[in-house]
């Protein structure tokens, strides 16, 4: 059979080489049966509740100890969705209204409530959907004998299915399955974070192409690093892959060395190490990379991928998500940072001669009011949910900055109107990435709780550098001392004036810098997940006495 290629999208990065077994749920067959016992059906109900619960209690010890809580806690959601109370008297009046037997009144029940939350605008509510068919299946399950919905023992298989439904990701034998793909699924999905948090290498929403096309046996190669699927690959594409998973497993020995343990040099010098990431879909490789917390989430992304403005609930999920999984480790989202390279075409925006010293960043927000009050809303009420920071991109002046924290203000006060909940404890900060910035750093140290050095910007605008021109990169010396002085300047200021301070830009993984950080006092570093444990095992061969 010719070699075939499917692209879905990866939630976890690993790579995975074997045989294919095509996951068969079993779906029980509900028929309508007439009965006269009313008063039994009901009872025949509350049994299978009972045992229903007793099942869903097992899996989430079982997701606790392999997910952890904040990921355990939708199988909470499960038990209390079944005691729901419009989900219980819609069975019973099925019931006793039809008198049809209590099967046939869940399976109609769950067509009810599982196209209700389809049709919401709110895309959490429409994800529950989801969850509503899969109480639904169990309590079914329960009611005609069966063992509730369970997998197949695997062999070391590579699971494909239509879409898993997360109580059924967590039931896998995760010794037993060496990865899986589903034809549909969202990254939003509670089943793409249980698969990044398992470890598992996973795609989602490969189509149903694939799902036709995949037969139990069949060799795959699964890439959760590209998202891409082969049935059948020649040899050469098996050896390119072998070699890949090589690589992995090389990181992943470089991993659990150092997971767990801290960023501390010989001398007893600590630091924090963050991730940076652009959209929910990176928090697997932060968690995977044993990263202390998001030190930038680069929120124009959410922009980017959007056909227009997200909206304030779409905003809203997305952080939302990010600090959830991050279970209450710091999470810190910049503010909207468009322009300049960052285009995107809804915003309507003029062309600009020279758009790196152009209508940008802060300088869209401030002007664009509606837009930095939709995101600050969507922020506030995230923070709610975990230990999130706000920081605003390319301010140059004090005035930039107290206009930020006016408008932080204007939320706040808005949700407290609306009896909103939202975190007293968010921290706000700035990036440092204008000279500007670095030289009034005393004074806007003053006015925030941190800062974030963008080294990616603030070389390319104190060395006049574009940072997108290719012919410069002769005259671009990342390590200009020019450069590094403003980053001195502005961690001593910061110090001074009671604020903490941090790198998000490139320059934060170069590990030739790194002591040169920690002597300057610099107390987070925020990189690419990769390079997190790298950056670790650095950190603790340093001795600033030696
Ligand atoms: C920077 O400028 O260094 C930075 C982190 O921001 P971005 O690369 O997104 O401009
Ligand atoms: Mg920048």
Redesign the pocket.
């Known amino acids: 059979m010719a070699m075939k290629s499917f692209r879905g999208k990866g939630v976890y990065g690993a790579v995975a080489i074997g045989k294919a077994s095509v996951f068969k749920r079993q779906e029980a067959d509900v028929r309508r049966v007439h009965i006269d016992d009313i008063a039994a059906e009901l009872e025949r109900v509350e049994a299978a509740k009972a045992e229903a619960v007793g099942q869903l209690s097992e899996i989430y010890e079982k997701a606790l100890k392999e997910v952890g809580e904040t990921n355990a806690q939708i199988f909470e959601i499960h038990m209390m969705m079944i005691e729901d109370d419009d989900y219980n008297e819609s069975i019973k009046s099925i019931i006793e209204t039809q008198s049809v037997n209590a099967e046939y009144a869940v399976a109609v029940t769950s067509d009810n409530f599982a196209a209700m939350f389809a049709s919401m605008d709110d895309a959490y509510m429409q994800a529950r959907s989801a969850d509503v068919r899969d109480i639904s299946n169990r309590l079914i399950a329960c009611l005609s004998g069966g063992g509730g919905v369970s997998s197949e023992s695997f062999d070391k298989m590579i699971v494909c299915a239509d879409d898993l439904a997360p109580s059924e990701t967590v039931s896998l034998d995760k010794d037993k399955v060496l990865a899986f793909v589903t034809a549909a699924g969202s990254s939003n999905s509670h089943t793409a974070i249980l698969a990044r948090n398992m470890n598992i290498p996973a795609i989602i929403s490969v189509g149903e192409e694939f799902l036709k096309s995949v037969k139990d046996g069949d060799n795959l190669i699964v890439d959760g690093h590209t998202g891409e699927v082969i049935i059948d690959s020649d040899e050469e594409t098996v050896k390119k892959y072998e070699e890949i998973q090589r690589r992995d497993a090389h990181k992943k020995a470089l991993l659990q060395e150092l997971k767990g343990k801290e960023n501390v040099t010989i001398d007893g010098t600590h630091i924090k190490i963050f991730a940076n990431i652009g959209g929910v879909d990176g928090i697997g490789a932060v968690l995977a990379n044993d990263a202390g917390g998001i030190g930038l989430f680069r929120s124009e992304f959410l922009y980017l991928e959007n056909s227009d403005y997200p909206d304030e609930e779409q905003q809203f999920t997305a952080y939302r998500k990010v600090l959830e999984s991050m279970a209450g480790k710091k999470v810190i989202i910049r503010t909207l ?1 468009i322009g300049a390279d960052k285009q995107i075409d809804y915003f309507g925006l003029e062309k600009e001669d020279n758009p790196a010293l152009g209508f940008r960043a802060i300088r869209i927000c401030l002007t664009r009011p509606e837009i930095f009050r939709t995101q600050l809303r969507a922020l506030y009420r995230a923070s709610a949910y975990g230990d999130l920071g706000i920081m605003f ?2 301010i140059t002046s004090v005035s930039e900055v107290e206009k930020c924290l006016a408008a932080c203000e204007e939320a706040k006060k808005e949700l407290a109107a609306e009896g909103i909940p939202f975190s007293d404890k968010v921290e706000l900060g700035i ?1 440092i ?1 204008t000279p500007a910035a670095a030289v009034i750093s005393d004074k806007l140290a003053e006015m925030v709780d941190f800062f974030s050095v ?1 080294t ?2 603030l070389t390319q605008y104190t060395l006049a550098c574009d940072r997108q021109n290719a012919k410069l990169e002769a005259f671009v010396d990342t390590h200009h001392e020019a450069v590094l002085r403003l980053i001195e300047m502005s961690a001593r200021n910061a110090h001074e004036h009671g604020a903490w301070i941090g790198i998000c ?1 490139e320059l934060a993984a170069d590990t030739s810098l790194t002591e040169t950080f920690l002597r300057m006092g610099i107390d987070e570093l925020s990189v690419s997940a990769p390079f997190v444990l790298p950056l670790r095992e650095k950190v603790r061969s340093i001795d600033l006495n030696g």
Do not use: A, L, S
């Open positions: 940072d991109p390319m990036m990435e963008g990616n910007d830009g």
